[in-house]
Nanobody, 128 residues
Framework: QVQLVESGGGLGQAGGSLTLSCAASGRTFIDYAMGWFRQAPGKEREFVAAITWSSSTIHYADSVKGRFTISRDNDKRLVNLQMNSLKPEDTAVYYC?????????????????????WGQGTQVTVSS
């Protein structure tokens, strides 16, 4: 089992910044690629960003590319999402997720079904 707890959500202004953090506990952290997803009211959960265990492979959704940065600290078992140049359309519940992977598998999974463990989510609201 892997337990994931997100923090750092809240209210932001358009053009501003927020940083989300996800703390992991349980199984070996480097066994997992980590991803961020979001879900707005009435919409499906969508991929935001993901990072492999060594940070050698990172992938972003086109909608956040150039504005968001994902990073991880394996010693602290943390994965962060730095969100800059926020837009009202970034408003959603943001979820951290973990996908078990071989240490030699550097392919990023962008579908929610590929991730085994999920946090409870943190609300991000961006005002215009």
């Amino acid at each position: 089992q892997v337990q994931l707890v997100e923090s750092g959500g809240g209210l932001g202004q358009a053009g501003g910044s927020l940083t989300l953090s996800c703390a992991a506990s349980g199984r070996t952290f480097i066994d997992y690629a980590m991803g961020w997803f979001r879900q707005a009211p009435g919409k499906e959960r969508e991929f935001v960003a993901a990072i492999t265990w060594s940070s050698s492979t990172i992938h972003y959704a086109d909608s956040v590319k150039g504005r968001f940065t994902i990073s991880r600290d394996n010693d602290k078992r943390l994965v962060n999402l730095q969100m800059n140049s926020l837009k009202p359309e970034d408003t959603a519940v943001y979820y951290c997720a973990a996908e078990k992977k071989s240490l030699f598998d550097f392919v990023i999974t962008t579908t929610p079904g590929g991730y085994e463990y999920w946090g409870q989510g943190t609300q991000v609201t961006v005002s215009s």
